[in-house]
């Protein structure tokens, strides 16, 4: 899962409750060699709780463990997030203040660690990038609605789709394999049948019959198998006398 992707399951699961501004700058770009770029800057609707959120997203290891700039985005919001895959991030690795929130291989949003909540007044910089800059411009997941979301999703989930129909069509075949089977066994079972009643009636065996006759075939695999066990009881028999012969016969030395 690449960090784009992280980025737009996150807007998308934000949206409604939160404007979301992904790729956000902390200010204008010029003539500043020290610019802060967030994956995401999360604006909550609400005037009796505000909170601003800062979301930085990792697709692997070596970009988290190089990321040297989260204690500015830290400085820029009340809540901080990393955004990574399931397990990527653990919580004795981050700052005691900042979140951790898990995708999911199933796109499934999971928040591991809760930020701590700091207040901060916002930052005026980065609020007149957002203005000037970026509000004429929004076309992130925000102002979809929930059928643009899920249309969208099905485009660029070509791969994930390709996957699922290759998953269905695999349980299908199995299906069609296993039915198959159960086809042949029955056809034999039932041709078995036919031939025991084509037996039946050649050597005029009734259907009250058929009980005893299964009666005496199995009395005689047991009466085999007594027979097999006695016959080798007597061999032991045998082999046990003989020794006891050679034990006292006379020592002709």
Known sequence: MTEKELVRLMSISLAGKWTCFPECKDGPTWGRHDMLRMDIVAIKKSYTNPCI???EAKANRSG????????????????FYWLCPKGLIKKDEVHENAGIVYVYPTGTIRTYKRAKYEIR?????MLMYLIVSRLDK???YPTKTTADKIREELREDRELGKTYNQFVSKKLSDANDFIRDAERKITTAESKVE???EMCVKYGIGDWQIPNILETYHNIQICSYLKK???QARDSLDGILNALEKTHEPNNN
């Open 53 to 55: 959120r800062i979301y």
């Open 64 to 79: 988290f463990t190089g990321d040297d700039k989260w204690p500015g985005y830290m400085q820029l919001c009340n809540e």
């Open 121 to 125: 007044e916002p930052d005026p910089d």
């Open 138 to 140: 929004m076309d992130g």
């Open 195 to 197: 031939r025991i009643n």
């Open 229 to 231: 066990q006695l016959t």
